[in-house]
């Protein structure tokens, strides 16, 4: 009779620990949908395997012979693929939070697209510094509109890659090879590009703002580390509601030369941060304290901001035009709403001159706000406390 599943397992860590058992040898096998969280791969026969949404949660596939395997929407939390064959594989919509890829070989491949609002637990980002893929072989990888932002791919391999479209930012490609890679329309906002090689690589319209290392015009620029740390490990935060990452703590940071343009960074302190003049336009900022921080000039067109906190902040001529401000849902601890929603407080704030046209303050509390030359009638304040 064939052994069952959890048995063949079993004769591979065996086997792996050199305890007699079996190697795991399992062309074309078929784990779809299979829950396998915690197990022992490392060095297994698995070419052309299928693993599409299965739970391989803290799995180990270290060394492992992957080729041509399809990993579609699997959970790859925490996974390592440290030195495996990922040829020709497949990782379209996989969650990839902590996941580890150093020294794997994915050329060939086709590489993430994992979009949060795919799924309610899609995660696209890893560990400290994202998915982990230094020095990962992604030669010929055709990934247009992947997303791998904060990924780690320093001194990672990626000749001739098709990343057009892709979203890298405050990924860390330091030292990578990216020779006739083609990064056309991709976002490197943040990314570290330092040492890297982009001879013949299409950088046709990549958005490379705030990007350390090189610029358009060849300039050498420098960002804070520990700011692109932050930010990588606050999105993992986000993305696994809270369980891996950690909450974003901005509070008394120079930020004034960086772009938060897009980026998604609910529930961050940025209490006393320096941000003049900084773009977010865009961005989700929902439950962020910005207690007393510097937002002079800032660029707030069209930001998420419900339930923020910008008590004391100074926000003379800042550009609030279309932003919502509105009351935040609050969510129980499975993300889901309870009902309860928390204002946004502006008391105290210098709105001096800012630009409020179609900002939404519905419920905010603008108690003892500066609002001098401030357009405030052009805005709607329904329920709004200014006094």
Do not use: Y
């Not at 890829?101 to 086709?110: I, K, P, Q, R």
């Not at 890679?181 to 319209?205: K, M, P, S, Y």
């Not at 928390?342 to 001096?352: C, D, E, V």
């Not at 108690?367 to 709004?384: M, Y």
Request: with cysteine; aromatic share 6%; proline share 3%.
């Amino acid at each position: 009779m064939a052994k069952k599943l959890p048995e063949i397992l079993a004769d591979h860590v065996l086997w792996e620990t050199r305890k007699r058992g079996r190697r795991l040898d399992m062309p074309w096998g078929n784990f779809v949908g299979h829950s396998l969280k915690n197990q022992n791969f490392r060095q297994a026969r698995l070419p052309g395997a299928r693993f599409e949404d299965a739970d391989l949660s803290d799995s180990d596939f270290a060394g492992a012979d992957l080729f041509a395997a399809c990993f579609d929407n699997a959970f790859l939390i925490g996974t390592k693929f440290i030195g495996a064959d990922l040829r020709g594989s497949s990782f379209r919509g996989a969650m990839l939070a902590e996941a580890d890829f150093t020294g794997a070989d994915l050329s060939g491949g086709v590489l993430f697209d994992a979009r949060p609002d795919v799924k309610a637990k899609n995660f696209a980002t890893g560990n400290v510094k994202g998915a982990d893929m230094r020095d990962a072989n992604l030669t010929g990888t055709r990934s247009p509109g992947c997303i791998m932002e904060g990924a780690f791919l320093a001194g990672a391999t990626l000749r001739g890659a098709d990343l057009s479209g892709a979203r890298l930012a405050a990924a860390d490609l330091t030292g990578a090879d990216l020779v006739g890679a083609n990064l056309r329309g991709a976002d490197l906002r943040a990314a570290v590009l330092a040492a890297a090689d982009i001879t013949d690589a299409n950088l046709e319209g990549a958005d490379l703002d705030a990007s350390t290392g090189l610029s358009p015009d060849g300039e050498r620029h420098f960002l804070d580390p520990d700011i692109r740390r932050l930010l990588v490990r606050h999105r993992t935060w986000i993305a696994t509601a809270g369980s891996r990452g950690a909450r974003a703590d901005f509070s008394t940071h120079d930020m004034t030369s960086f772009s938060l343009a897009g980026f998604d960074l609910s529930g961050a302190s940025f209490k006393g941060s320096s941000l003049p003049g900084v773009c977010m336009q865009e961005g989700t900022f929902r439950l962020c304290d910005f207690t007393d921080a510097d937002l002079t000039c800032a660029n707030l067109r069209n930001a998420i901001l419900q339930g923020v906190t910008f008590i004391g902040a100074k926000l003379g001529h800042a550009d609030l035009t279309n932003a919502d401000l509105s009351p935040a849902p609050i969510l129980d601890a499975l993300n889901r709403p309870t009902g309860r929603t928390w204002a946004s407080n502006l008391s105290n704030a210098n709105m001096t001159n800012a630009k409020v046209e179609g900002t939404n303050f519905e419920r905010a509390n603008l108690t003892g706000a500066k609002l001098d030359g401030c357009e405030i009638n052009a805005a709607s304040t329904v329920g709004a406390r200014r006094w």
